[in-house]
Every structure is written in structure tokens, then in C-alpha cells.
């Protein structure tokens, strides 16, 4: 695997790409809230040859550039996703999308058909039914927690989704890594702005029964952060789509369980 940083309109994205250039059908893979692109680092490891396969850390998150009054709406970030793949010469992607990065691969989708190959929703969000409790957090949290230490803040982030594992001790690894960007002063304010973006008039306006592509939609049945209801609903919603509810999931299927969800990647790939 190979990472380098791509100047998108000043701001820089941090990407890296492993596979094969030219070989396959390429895919673009889209984290979520709070996470990165080492989300995916094992399902990049456990996938079949073949492929190009790409991996972004959207802005704010990551080694990328912090947001600093960019809009971190879905759509802004599915554009900058798109920005990435014309920089990187990709016309057409499997879109895979985690939590946050499963509504960025949504309106790729529905805006902009013509780029998506497939669709994989991995415990997504969607709809008009974002969590309640993570926008029921932002909306108390945006106010107040300006005056909150940068540390204290990035542990309350972190309590409340190490639940979203099965493994908690890898978990707790997992979100030392994904959380220390929003460690200090400059970090809060972007945790802050990324939890005041996290809104569900955008989803709730997407046309999916548009969506032609071959869709799955992978889900845990222990998912604490995104209710199983939402990826029934989706499932319902976008014509053939298959649904994949893993008994023994939790929310970060990716970490948890990487070789099960490159399978499901790999299975899609063959449809």
C-alpha cells in the first residue's frame, strides 16, 4: 500500500491505494464518523487480487487537512470524493461507504450514477434516521463544549463508541488512532464541526429508488450507533438491493470482522 496527499482547491486529502492500477474493476472506499482511512486497512489486506482499490481519509479526518470553515455536508464530501477519483483518472468505482461514508457513497450514487459501478453500505446511515443519540449529543455538545478541554471532549467521544465494537480492547486501539487528531484545540473544533454537520435533511431528500447499480448493504445485529432498522429500510428502498445482517456484528464491522467483509466486497464485485 502507497499513501500521498492530493491539493484539492488548497485543502489537502490524504489517500492510499493498493492493487493493481489498470487491473479490475476499481474500487473507492469511504470511512465514517469518527474514523479513517485505517478503517479499512485489514478488509484492503484480506481482498483479492485484481483490483485497484482506493482509500480516502475525507477532509477533517485523518492525515487530512482539517475542515477551517469547509462544509462538511454529505454532499461536499461525496464531491471531494469525486474530485479524487478525476485527480487519480478513475471514471467508474465501486463505491464502499462506512457509518458517515455510506451517505457520501448515497449521493454519489444518486448525483452522480454515471461513476458508480456497485454499492456497498456498511453499517450506514441513511434515510431521515440518523442515530439519535450522536445527533442528540451534538446538538447538547455544540454549545458547550467549546469550553471543554480538547482531551476531555475526545473521551467522551471515545466512551461512547467503544460500545460499537465486538472486540472492546482492539476497539479502544482502534479509536486511540482514529480519535488523536481531536486531541488538542484546533482538533476539538473540528470534532465540533463534524458532529454539527451530522444532520439528516440531505439522506432524507435522496431519491434511492433511482439507484440502478447492484447494491449491498452489510449490517451488524448488535450495532449500538446505527439501529438495524435503518439498513432494512434502505434495503427496502433501493430497488434488488441485498441486506447481510451479521449476527455476531457490532458497528465497526470493518475492524471486527475484516475477512468476512472483504468476502462481501468481493462477493459484490462478481455480481
Known amino acids: 500500500m502507497r499513501g500521498e496527499f492530493l491539493d484539492l482547491s488548497g485543502r489537502r486529502l490524504y489517500y492510499y491505494a493498493a492493487g493493481t492500477r489498470g487491473a479490475g474493476e476499481p474500487v473507492l472506499f469511504l470511512h465514517g464518523f ?43 464530501h461525496a464531491q471531494r470524493a469525486l474530485a479524487v477519483l478525476d485527480t487519480l483518472g478513475v471514471a467508474q468505482a465501486c463505491v464502499v461507504g462506512h457509518d458517515l461514508g455510506g451517505a457520501v457513497a448515497q449521493w454519489i450514487a444518486c448525483h452522480a450514477p454515471q ?14 434516521a440518523w442515530p439519535r443519540l450522536r445527533t442528540r449529543v451534538a ?3 455544540v454549545g458547550v463544549a467549546r469550553r471543554l478541554p480538547a482531551p476531555l471532549l475526545a473521551g467522551e ?39 454539527s454537520a451530522q444532520r439528516s435533511d440531505e439522506t432524507a431528500g435522496f431519491d434511492l429508488s433511482a439507484v440502478r447499480v447492484p447494491t449491498a448493504i452489510l449490517h451488524g445485529a448488535h450495532d449500538c450507533c446505527v439501529p438495524a432498522s435503518i ?19 457490532a458497528h465497526f464491522l470493518p475492524l471486527d470482522m475484516p475477512d ?4 462481501a466486497v468481493g462477493a459484490l464485485l462478481s455480481r
Open 34 to 76: 469518527p474514523t479513517s482511512s485505517y478503517l479499512w486497512n485489514d478488509v484492503v489486506r484480506s481482498m483479492s487480487e485484481g483490483h485497484r482499490l482506493i482509500v480516502l481519509d475525507q477532509l477533517g479526518y485523518g492525515r487530512s487537512d482539517r475542515p477551517e470553515g469547509a462544509s462538511l455536508a454529505v454532499s461536499a
Open 115 to 128: 461513476r458508480v459501478t456497485r454499492l456497498m453500505l456498511i453499517s450506514s446511515v441513511g434515510l431521515d
Open 139 to 141: 446538538r447538547a455538545l
Open 157 to 195: 467521544a471515545y466512551a461512547s463508541m467503544r460500545r460499537g465494537f465486538v472486540d472492546r480492547h482492539e476497539g479502544g486501539r482502534a479509536l486511540d488512532h482514529f480519535l488523536r487528531p481531536f486531541a488538542d484545540r484546533a482538533g476539538r473544533n473540528a470534532l465540533l464541526a463534524h458532529l
Open 231 to 249: 439498513a432494512h429500510r434502505l434495503r427496502e428502498a433501493i430497488p434488488g438491493a441485498t441486506l447481510t445482517v451479521m449476527a455476531d456484528g
Open 260 to 263: 468476512r467483509v472483504a468476502a
